[in-house]
Protein backbone atom coordinates (compact mmCIF):
# COMPACT_ATOMS: atom_id res chain seq x y z
CA UNK A 1 0.00 0.00 0.00
CA UNK A 2 0.97 3.38 -0.60
CA UNK A 3 0.43 5.77 2.15
CA UNK A 4 0.92 9.96 2.24
CA UNK A 5 3.47 12.53 3.27
CA UNK A 6 2.19 15.44 4.25
CA UNK A 7 5.18 17.76 5.56
CA UNK A 8 8.88 18.00 4.89
CA UNK A 9 11.23 19.94 6.86
CA UNK A 10 15.22 20.16 7.38
CA UNK A 11 17.48 21.93 9.46
CA UNK A 12 21.59 22.56 9.39
CA UNK A 13 23.50 24.64 12.23
CA UNK A 14 24.55 28.04 11.61
CA UNK A 15 28.71 27.30 12.41
CA UNK A 16 30.00 26.86 8.64
CA UNK A 17 33.47 25.18 8.53
CA UNK A 18 35.09 25.48 5.31
CA UNK A 19 38.05 23.97 3.51
CA UNK A 20 40.20 26.55 4.03
CA UNK A 21 39.64 26.22 7.91
CA UNK A 22 40.39 22.68 7.32
CA UNK A 23 43.68 23.41 6.17
CA UNK A 24 45.02 25.25 9.32
CA UNK A 25 44.27 21.80 11.07
CA UNK A 26 45.65 19.03 8.84
CA UNK A 27 48.26 18.60 6.17
CA UNK A 28 45.05 18.93 3.55
CA UNK A 29 44.60 21.44 1.17
CA UNK A 30 41.01 22.88 -0.11
CA UNK A 31 42.00 21.26 -3.42
CA UNK A 32 43.05 17.53 -2.18
CA UNK A 33 39.26 17.86 -0.41
CA UNK A 34 37.28 19.08 -3.48
CA UNK A 35 38.73 16.75 -6.00
CA UNK A 36 38.07 13.47 -3.78
CA UNK A 37 35.16 14.89 -2.06
CA UNK A 38 33.29 17.06 -3.94
CA UNK A 39 32.90 19.14 -0.49
CA UNK A 40 33.65 22.56 -0.40
CA UNK A 41 32.36 23.55 3.69
CA UNK A 42 30.23 21.15 6.26
CA UNK A 43 27.98 22.87 9.17
CA UNK A 44 29.01 22.16 12.64
CA UNK A 45 26.56 22.12 15.53
CA UNK A 46 27.29 25.03 18.19
CA UNK A 47 29.09 23.75 21.40
CA UNK A 48 25.51 24.11 23.31
CA UNK A 49 23.98 22.59 20.52
CA UNK A 50 22.97 18.74 20.91
CA UNK A 51 21.47 15.74 18.80
CA UNK A 52 17.64 16.90 19.94
CA UNK A 53 18.10 20.05 19.28
CA UNK A 54 19.06 19.79 15.35
CA UNK A 55 16.16 17.11 15.17
CA UNK A 56 13.39 19.52 16.92
CA UNK A 57 14.52 22.06 14.84
CA UNK A 58 13.83 19.96 11.71
CA UNK A 59 10.33 18.42 13.22
CA UNK A 60 9.20 22.02 13.72
CA UNK A 61 9.25 22.48 10.61
CA UNK A 62 7.85 19.46 9.04
CA UNK A 63 5.27 19.70 11.25
CA UNK A 64 3.90 23.20 10.36
CA UNK A 65 4.48 22.24 6.23
CA UNK A 66 2.11 19.45 6.83
CA UNK A 67 -0.52 22.17 8.55
CA UNK A 68 -0.45 20.20 12.17
CA UNK A 69 0.49 20.31 15.60
CA UNK A 70 2.77 17.91 17.47
CA UNK A 71 -0.43 17.00 19.78
CA UNK A 72 -1.63 15.48 15.99
CA UNK A 73 1.12 12.81 16.05
CA UNK A 74 0.74 9.44 16.44
CA UNK A 75 4.01 8.44 16.65
CA UNK A 76 7.81 9.12 16.46
CA UNK A 77 10.62 7.20 14.87
CA UNK A 78 14.06 8.88 14.61
CA UNK A 79 17.09 7.86 12.93
CA UNK A 80 20.56 8.52 14.33
CA UNK A 81 23.80 7.10 15.45
CA UNK A 82 24.95 10.51 17.67
CA UNK A 83 22.04 10.37 19.83
CA UNK A 84 21.25 12.69 22.53
CA UNK A 85 22.47 9.93 25.46
CA UNK A 86 23.12 6.27 25.56
CA UNK A 87 19.75 5.28 27.13
CA UNK A 88 16.67 6.45 26.55
CA UNK A 89 16.42 7.28 23.18
CA UNK A 90 16.55 10.32 21.08
CA UNK A 91 12.81 10.19 20.31
CA UNK A 92 12.06 10.01 23.78
CA UNK A 93 13.93 13.46 24.21
CA UNK A 94 12.25 14.58 21.11
CA UNK A 95 8.53 13.90 22.06
CA UNK A 96 9.08 15.66 25.54
CA UNK A 97 10.20 19.18 23.68
CA UNK A 98 7.95 18.69 20.95
CA UNK A 99 4.89 18.87 23.09
CA UNK A 100 3.44 15.34 21.31
CA UNK A 101 1.20 13.23 23.19
CA UNK A 102 2.88 9.83 25.10
CA UNK A 103 2.57 7.85 21.72
CA UNK A 104 5.19 5.32 20.76
CA UNK A 105 8.68 7.37 20.21
CA UNK A 106 11.83 5.07 19.69
CA UNK A 107 15.01 5.44 17.82
CA UNK A 108 16.08 2.96 14.51
CA UNK A 109 20.62 3.46 15.55
CA UNK A 110 23.48 1.56 13.60
CA UNK A 111 21.91 2.08 10.46
CA UNK A 112 24.57 4.42 9.41
CA UNK A 113 23.58 6.69 6.73
CA UNK A 114 20.90 4.26 5.18
CA UNK A 115 18.81 4.63 8.75
CA UNK A 116 16.28 7.58 7.43
CA UNK A 117 14.92 5.40 4.37
CA UNK A 118 14.51 2.75 6.31
CA UNK A 119 12.53 4.24 9.21
CA UNK A 120 10.34 5.31 6.28
CA UNK A 121 9.99 2.09 5.38
CA UNK A 122 8.72 1.38 9.54
CA UNK A 123 6.74 4.09 9.02
CA UNK A 124 5.06 3.13 5.87
CA UNK A 125 4.34 -0.36 7.40
CA UNK A 126 3.08 1.21 10.50
CA UNK A 127 0.70 3.77 8.78
CA UNK A 128 -0.38 0.65 6.66
CA UNK A 129 -1.38 -1.37 9.76
CA UNK A 130 -3.19 1.10 11.70
CA UNK A 131 -3.78 5.09 10.34
CA UNK A 132 -1.25 6.94 11.92
CA UNK A 133 0.48 10.15 11.33
CA UNK A 134 4.05 9.31 12.03
CA UNK A 135 7.27 11.98 12.21
CA UNK A 136 10.37 10.58 10.91
CA UNK A 137 13.73 12.09 11.64
CA UNK A 138 16.86 11.33 10.45
CA UNK A 139 19.61 13.39 12.51
CA UNK A 140 23.40 13.53 12.87
CA UNK A 141 25.65 15.35 15.36
CA UNK A 142 28.76 13.65 13.58
CA UNK A 143 31.18 16.35 14.79
CA UNK A 144 31.19 15.68 18.38
CA UNK A 145 32.25 12.07 17.28
CA UNK A 146 35.57 12.70 15.28
CA UNK A 147 38.86 13.31 16.77
CA UNK A 148 40.01 15.62 13.93
CA UNK A 149 43.12 14.66 13.46
CA UNK A 150 42.67 12.28 10.54
CA UNK A 151 42.36 14.07 7.36
CA UNK A 152 40.69 11.11 5.61
CA UNK A 153 37.96 10.95 7.47
CA UNK A 154 37.14 14.22 9.42
CA UNK A 155 36.87 16.06 6.34
CA UNK A 156 33.92 14.50 5.15
CA UNK A 157 31.37 14.83 7.51
CA UNK A 158 29.40 17.68 9.45
CA UNK A 159 25.95 18.02 11.45
CA UNK A 160 22.70 18.03 10.38
CA UNK A 161 18.72 16.75 10.73
CA UNK A 162 15.58 16.09 8.41
CA UNK A 163 12.09 14.83 8.87
CA UNK A 164 8.80 14.15 7.42
CA UNK A 165 6.08 13.61 8.27
CA UNK A 166 3.81 10.08 6.88
CA UNK A 167 0.39 11.09 7.10
CA UNK A 168 -2.47 7.92 5.06
CA UNK A 169 -3.66 11.27 3.88
CA UNK A 170 -1.05 13.03 3.18
CA UNK A 171 -1.25 15.44 -0.26
CA UNK A 172 1.63 16.48 -0.53
CA UNK A 173 3.58 12.95 -2.24
CA UNK A 174 2.68 9.54 -1.54
CA UNK A 175 5.16 7.31 -0.57
CA UNK A 176 4.60 4.33 -3.37
CA UNK A 177 7.01 1.54 -2.58
CA UNK A 178 10.71 0.74 -0.67
CA UNK A 179 13.30 -1.36 -1.27
CA UNK A 180 16.44 -2.49 1.60
CA UNK A 181 18.90 -4.99 2.36
CA UNK A 182 21.57 -5.67 5.18
CA UNK A 183 25.01 -7.77 4.24
CA UNK A 184 26.34 -8.51 7.59
CA UNK A 185 29.37 -9.80 6.43
CA UNK A 186 30.92 -6.25 6.00
CA UNK A 187 30.07 -4.57 9.49
CA UNK A 188 34.41 -4.11 10.06
CA UNK A 189 34.82 -1.67 6.66
CA UNK A 190 32.78 1.12 8.23
CA UNK A 191 32.26 1.23 12.11
CA UNK A 192 33.01 3.05 15.02
CA UNK A 193 33.50 0.13 17.25
CA UNK A 194 34.19 1.04 20.79
CA UNK A 195 30.66 2.31 23.00
CA UNK A 196 29.33 -1.54 23.19
CA UNK A 197 30.02 -4.38 24.32
CA UNK A 198 32.76 -5.86 22.11
CA UNK A 199 34.91 -2.96 23.19
CA UNK A 200 33.38 -0.83 26.14
CA UNK A 201 34.24 2.70 26.84
CA UNK A 202 36.99 3.10 29.16
CA UNK A 203 39.62 5.05 30.42
CA UNK A 204 42.59 3.11 28.23
CA UNK A 205 40.25 3.53 25.41
CA UNK A 206 39.63 7.29 25.88
CA UNK A 207 43.70 7.88 26.36
CA UNK A 208 43.88 6.66 23.16
CA UNK A 209 41.42 8.29 21.07
CA UNK A 210 39.93 5.12 19.59
CA UNK A 211 36.82 6.20 20.91
CA UNK A 212 36.19 8.77 18.17
CA UNK A 213 38.21 6.81 15.32
CA UNK A 214 35.59 5.98 12.49
CA UNK A 215 36.85 2.93 10.70
CA UNK A 216 36.68 3.04 6.75
CA UNK A 217 38.18 1.25 4.32
CA UNK A 218 37.32 3.85 1.50
CA UNK A 219 37.81 1.77 -0.99
CA UNK A 220 35.88 -1.18 -0.14
CA UNK A 221 33.04 1.41 1.12
CA UNK A 222 32.88 3.33 -2.50
CA UNK A 223 32.91 -0.01 -4.59
CA UNK A 224 29.93 -1.45 -2.02
CA UNK A 225 27.74 1.39 -1.85
CA UNK A 226 27.81 2.22 -5.62
CA UNK A 227 26.82 -1.20 -6.76
CA UNK A 228 24.34 -1.44 -3.79
CA UNK A 229 22.70 2.01 -4.27
CA UNK A 230 22.54 1.52 -7.96
CA UNK A 231 21.44 -1.99 -7.71
CA UNK A 232 18.65 -0.76 -4.83
CA UNK A 233 17.21 2.09 -7.72
CA UNK A 234 16.81 -0.77 -10.04
CA UNK A 235 15.49 -3.33 -8.20
CA UNK A 236 12.96 -0.52 -6.80
CA UNK A 237 11.83 0.94 -10.24
CA UNK A 238 11.22 -2.70 -11.50
CA UNK A 239 8.68 -3.30 -8.14
CA UNK A 240 6.79 0.29 -9.55
CA UNK A 241 6.92 -0.45 -13.21
CA UNK A 242 9.22 2.76 -14.02
CA UNK A 243 12.26 3.72 -15.41
CA UNK A 244 14.98 5.84 -14.78
CA UNK A 245 13.69 8.05 -17.83
CA UNK A 246 10.86 8.22 -15.45
CA UNK A 247 12.57 9.71 -12.82
CA UNK A 248 12.19 13.44 -12.31
CA UNK A 249 14.95 13.43 -9.36
CA UNK A 250 17.49 10.80 -7.77
CA UNK A 251 18.08 12.20 -4.12
CA UNK A 252 21.11 10.13 -3.57
CA UNK A 253 22.64 9.71 0.53
CA UNK A 254 25.60 12.52 0.29
CA UNK A 255 28.66 10.36 0.86
CA UNK A 256 30.56 12.58 -1.64
CA UNK A 257 30.54 13.28 -5.05
CA UNK A 258 32.31 10.88 -6.73
CA UNK A 259 29.89 8.01 -5.11
CA UNK A 260 26.97 10.23 -6.34
CA UNK A 261 28.72 10.50 -9.93
CA UNK A 262 29.25 6.75 -10.42
CA UNK A 263 25.40 5.99 -9.08
CA UNK A 264 24.25 8.38 -11.28
CA UNK A 265 26.49 7.22 -14.30
CA UNK A 266 25.48 3.15 -13.89
CA UNK A 267 21.90 4.12 -13.50
CA UNK A 268 22.01 6.35 -16.92
CA UNK A 269 20.76 9.05 -15.09
CA UNK A 270 21.06 13.09 -16.48
CA UNK A 271 23.39 14.72 -13.76
CA UNK A 272 20.91 17.77 -13.59
CA UNK A 273 18.29 14.63 -12.57
CA UNK A 274 20.68 14.17 -9.72
CA UNK A 275 19.75 16.36 -6.08
CA UNK A 276 23.54 17.10 -5.05
CA UNK A 277 24.38 19.11 -1.67
CA UNK A 278 27.21 17.50 -0.49
CA UNK A 279 29.72 20.71 -1.71
CA UNK A 280 27.73 22.53 1.25
CA UNK A 281 26.85 20.24 4.61
CA UNK A 282 29.40 17.08 3.76
CA UNK A 283 27.97 13.76 4.78
CA UNK A 284 25.19 14.12 7.11
CA UNK A 285 24.69 10.66 7.83
CA UNK A 286 20.71 9.54 8.49
CA UNK A 287 20.25 13.60 8.07
CA UNK A 288 21.49 13.36 4.45
CA UNK A 289 18.89 11.95 2.87
CA UNK A 290 16.12 13.55 4.62
CA UNK A 291 17.98 16.94 4.48
CA UNK A 292 18.32 17.27 0.58
CA UNK A 293 14.64 15.75 0.22
CA UNK A 294 13.52 19.21 2.08
CA UNK A 295 15.88 21.54 0.47
CA UNK A 296 14.59 20.25 -2.86
CA UNK A 297 10.92 20.35 -1.85
CA UNK A 298 10.74 23.62 -0.05
CA UNK A 299 13.50 24.84 -2.91
CA UNK A 300 10.76 24.50 -5.45
CA UNK A 301 13.09 22.46 -7.73
CA UNK A 302 10.51 19.02 -7.04
CA UNK A 303 6.71 20.15 -8.52
CA UNK A 304 3.35 18.11 -8.78
CA UNK A 305 3.92 15.23 -10.85
CA UNK A 306 7.81 14.02 -10.50
CA UNK A 307 8.78 10.29 -9.35
CA UNK A 308 11.38 11.00 -6.84
CA UNK A 309 13.45 8.20 -5.98
CA UNK A 310 15.85 8.33 -2.55
CA UNK A 311 18.54 6.18 -2.71
CA UNK A 312 21.05 5.63 0.71
CA UNK A 313 23.72 3.17 1.83
CA UNK A 314 25.69 2.67 5.32
CA UNK A 315 27.68 1.13 7.91
CA UNK A 316 26.24 -2.29 8.35
CA UNK A 317 26.39 -2.19 5.48
CA UNK A 318 22.83 -1.71 4.93
CA UNK A 319 21.19 0.11 1.38
CA UNK A 320 17.13 0.83 0.47
CA UNK A 321 15.92 2.94 -1.62
CA UNK A 322 12.59 4.62 -1.72
CA UNK A 323 10.01 5.79 -4.39
CA UNK A 324 8.10 9.42 -3.86
CA UNK A 325 5.20 10.52 -6.28
CA UNK A 326 4.28 14.05 -5.85
Not at 29 to 34: F, H, M, N, P, Y
Request: glycine share 10%; hydrophobic share 45%; aromatic share 6%.
Amino acid sequence: MSIGIAGFGGYVPERVLTNAELEEMFDTSDEWIVQRTGIRERRIAAEEESTLDLAAHASLQALQHAGIGADDLDEIIVATDTPEVYTPDTAAFLQHRLGARTVPAYDLGGSGCSGFVQALDVARARATVEPKRILVVGVELISRLLSWDDRAVDVLFGDGAGAVVVDPEGSRATLIDVVAGTDGSQTDILTLGVGGTRRPFTLEVAQTGDHQRLVMEGHEVFKSAVRRMSAAVDELLGRIGCTIDDVAWLIPHQANARIIAAVGNRLKIPEERVYVNVDRYGNTGSASVPLALSEAVHGGEVTEGDLVVLVAFGAGFHWSAAALRF
